[in-house]
């Protein structure tokens, strides 16, 4: 029976917009991986027996809670930072949080049409399968934004465990999994045994694979000094902000030359590399003789300056270049005609396109060392990072979060980055301009992290491995969802065999 609270339409939206806000203290950097599931399980119940008009509703006001509450940020990276118009920002906003909530409502929708009666096929079945495949829909559809995917926020539960095998969107299905059960549970007490018994099962599984390493070092401890530079945007790209961006990250690194590698972040030496290159030549021939190898961001320009790459260089005892493949829209690139560029060019806004690099890149060479290179926002798409294991044995992120200001933005992009980590069974080495620079063990597990905002250079160790986890040996989110739609196709054919049978 459904209580007099949610058997009204309104009410039940009004709930399903506070479920969503309240769903992104689940994310960091609250951490309470276990709010996401019970506020799933109250979507999935407030959804009940509803048409497909409403059910998808109320989808879309869970969503737009959601992610109202937990992208906010963007507004600053737009408009704080950016300098966009503020009614324009917003604008964009608007748009960005109605179509992530479409997602939402779609997967509802869809699955009030198909299953619209509680029971086990509908909560054990199709929501948590439709549930992961719209997240997977969401990573790459309009160029793929999968922030606040639910995977993410079990990077400390015991459902990690399931990454290595899965990806993230094998974390989203359990997640939804277990929300179905809860749901399940309340609406038929008599099945509360069965569902709390796999809830143990999946969960203590999951706990248990956390303990199986599927990958393995193959280097002694290496030292890293991550550089942060803490430079704020609108000082980082003045005319005079070059001489002074190497003259910091140069102080800060003195000292640290014996490190193996020194890395600085994404676009640390705000210029051309051929404007700065001899400088980088100079200081690698003083890093080759210590053995150690600096990667630092900068933007580089094709022979014939027609396009403009965001890029790392690798100086020193290693070698390589690396542009980056998959780039912001509206930030580095512009999916706008001809007249809208032109009016953004008239308000002082940027207009112009970066060009991405090629899919397929040689790994950054460090000594022993292949680096896997991903630049900033590259980091959320788990299939390109695993595209680059083997031959790369370390993954290197260079990130400027200064974009999104003092909010949650900076956690939610770092919890992320760990889970390719996970994924990968490799260390993550990642600095930032600002927010936030760590070290990531391959368990997820932060090993070091400077402190926020503030110019350091922190130092710490890492290994190099060997081997491939499941989710790197298949290097593809679709093939991981595809697995699991077959399986839960195969067993809603074998349930509806055996009702047949009875």
């Given at each position: 029976?459904?209580?007099?609270?949610?058997?009204?339409?309104?009410?039940?939206?009004?709930?399903?917009?506070?479920?969503?806000?309240?769903?992104?203290?689940?994310?960091?950097?609250?951490?309470?991986?276990?709010?996401?599931?019970?506020?799933?399980?109250?979507?999935?119940?407030?959804?009940?027996?509803?048409?497909?008009?409403?059910?998808?509703?109320?989808?879309?006001?869970?969503?737009?809670?959601?992610?109202?509450?937990?992208?906010?940020?963007?507004?600053?990276?737009?408009?704080?930072?950016?300098?966009?118009?503020?009614?324009?920002?917003?604008?964009?906003?608007?748009?960005?949080?109605?179509?992530?909530?479409?997602?939402?409502?779609?997967?509802?929708?869809?699955?009030?049409?198909?299953?619209?009666?509680?029971?086990?096929?509908?909560?054990?079945?199709?929501?948590?399968?439709?549930?992961?495949?719209?997240?997977?829909?969401?990573?790459?559809?309009?160029?793929?934004?999968?922030?606040?995917?639910?995977?993410?926020?079990?990077?400390?539960?015991?459902?990690?465990?399931?990454?290595?095998?899965?990806?993230?969107?094998?974390?989203?299905?359990?997640?939804?999994?277990?929300?179905?059960?809860?749901?399940?549970?309340?609406?038929?007490?008599?099945?509360?045994?069965?569902?709390?018994?796999?809830?143990?099962?999946?969960?203590?599984?999951?706990?248990?694979?956390?303990?199986?390493?599927?990958?393995?070092?193959?280097?002694?401890?290496?030292?890293?000094?991550?550089?942060?530079?803490?430079?704020?945007?609108?000082?980082?790209?003045?005319?005079?902000?070059?001489?002074q961006a190497i003259y910091r990250y140069g102080d800060l690194t003195r000292g640290h030359w014996q490190s193996d590698l020194v890395i600085w972040p994404e676009t640390a030496i705000p210029d051309y590399y051929r404007s700065v290159k001899p400088a980088l030549e100079n200081l690698g021939k003083r890093l080759a003789k210590h053995d150690t190898t600096l990667i630092t961001g900068l933007l580089r320009a094709s022979d014939d300056g027609q396009h403009i790459y965001n890029s790392v260089v690798a100086v020193g005892a290693g070698n390589g270049l690396y542009a980056k493949r998959h780039l912001v829209p509206f930030g580095e690139y512009f999916p706008v005609p001809e007249i809208v560029r032109r009016w953004m060019a008239e308000s002082g806004m940027p207009y112009s396109d970066l060009t991405p690099g090629a899919a397929h890149q040689k790994p950054i060479v460090a000594?022993?060392?292949?680096?896997?290179?991903?630049?900033?926002?590259?980091?959320?798409?788990?299939?390109?990072?695993?595209?680059?294991?083997?031959?790369?044995?370390?993954?290197?992120?260079?990130?400027?979060?200064?974009?999104?200001?003092?909010?949650?933005?900076?956690?939610?992009?770092?919890?992320?980055?760990?889970?390719?980590?996970?994924?990968?069974?490799?260390?993550?080495?990642?600095?930032?301009?600002?927010?936030?620079?760590?070290?990531?063990?391959?368990?997820?597990?932060?090993?070091?992290?400077?402190?926020?905002?503030?110019?350091?250079?922190?130092?710490?160790?890492?290994?190099?491995?060997?081997?491939?986890?499941?989710?790197?040996?298949?290097?593809?989110?679709?093939?991981?969802?595809?697995?699991?739609?077959?399986?839960?196709?195969?067993?809603?054919?074998?349930?509806?065999?055996?009702?047949?049978?009875?």
């Amino acid at each position: 029976m459904r209580s007099r609270l949610i058997a009204g339409t309104w009410p039940a939206y009004a709930l399903a917009l506070i479920a969503g806000m309240i769903s992104v203290t689940a994310f960091a950097p609250f951490g309470a991986f276990w709010v996401l599931p019970l506020t799933l399980a109250v979507l999935f119940r407030l959804a009940d027996s509803r048409t497909v008009r409403r059910a998808a509703a109320i989808g879309l006001a869970f969503g737009i809670g959601q992610f109202g509450a937990g992208t906010y940020w963007i507004l600053i990276a737009l408009s704080g930072v950016g300098g966009a118009p503020l009614p324009l920002a917003v604008g964009l906003l608007l748009g960005l949080i109605v179509l992530l909530a479409a997602f939402i409502a779609l997967s509802l929708g869809v699955a009030a049409r198909i299953a619209p009666h509680p029971g086990a096929l509908r909560y054990l079945i199709w929501l948590p399968i439709l549930w992961t495949l719209v997240e997977w829909l969401r990573s790459w559809v309009f160029s793929g934004f999968p922030w606040l995917s639910a995977g993410y926020s079990q990077i400390a539960s015991p459902l990690v465990g399931i990454v290595p095998i899965l990806g993230v969107f094998g974390a989203s299905w359990a997640v939804a999994l277990s929300a179905g059960a809860l749901a399940w549970a309340s609406t038929q007490p008599r099945r509360a045994p069965w569902a709390i018994a796999l809830l143990i099962v999946l969960w203590t599984g999951a706990f248990g694979l956390r303990h199986v390493h599927w990958t393995t070092p193959n280097s002694k401890p290496l030292s890293v000094t991550l550089v942060q530079g803490d430079i704020a945007q609108q000082a980082k790209w003045s005319p005079e902000s070059v001489n002074q961006a190497i003259y910091r990250y140069g102080d800060l690194t003195r000292g640290h030359w014996q490190s193996d590698l020194v890395i600085w972040p994404e676009t640390a030496i705000p210029d051309y590399y051929r404007s700065v290159k001899p400088a980088l030549e100079n200081l690698g021939k003083r890093l080759a003789k210590h053995d150690t190898t600096l990667i630092t961001g900068l933007l580089r320009a094709s022979d014939d300056g027609q396009h403009i790459y965001n890029s790392v260089v690798a100086v020193g005892a290693g070698n390589g270049l690396y542009a980056k493949r998959h780039l912001v829209p509206f930030g580095e690139y512009f999916p706008v005609p001809e007249i809208v560029r032109r009016w953004m060019a008239e308000s002082g806004m940027p207009y112009s396109d970066l060009t991405p690099g090629a899919a397929h890149q040689k790994p950054i060479v460090a000594g022993q060392l292949a680096l896997g290179i991903s630049i900033c926002y590259e980091d959320i798409f788990g299939d390109l990072i695993a595209s680059d294991v083997p031959p790369a044995n370390v993954l290197v992120n260079v990130s400027d979060d200064a974009w999104f200001g003092r909010s949650i933005g900076p956690d939610q992009h770092f919890e992320i980055a760990r889970m390719r980590a996970v994924e990968t069974g490799r260390y993550l080495l990642r600095a930032d301009n600002s927010a936030v620079t760590g070290i990531v063990a391959p368990s997820g597990v932060v090993v070091a992290r400077a402190p926020d905002f503030k110019s350091t250079a922190l130092t710490g160790h890492f290994r190099s491995y060997t081997g491939l986890t499941p989710f790197a040996h298949w290097g593809n989110d679709g093939v991981v969802v595809l697995a699991l739609a077959i399986g839960g196709l195969a067993a809603l054919g074998q349930w509806l065999r055996s009702r047949r049978r009875r």
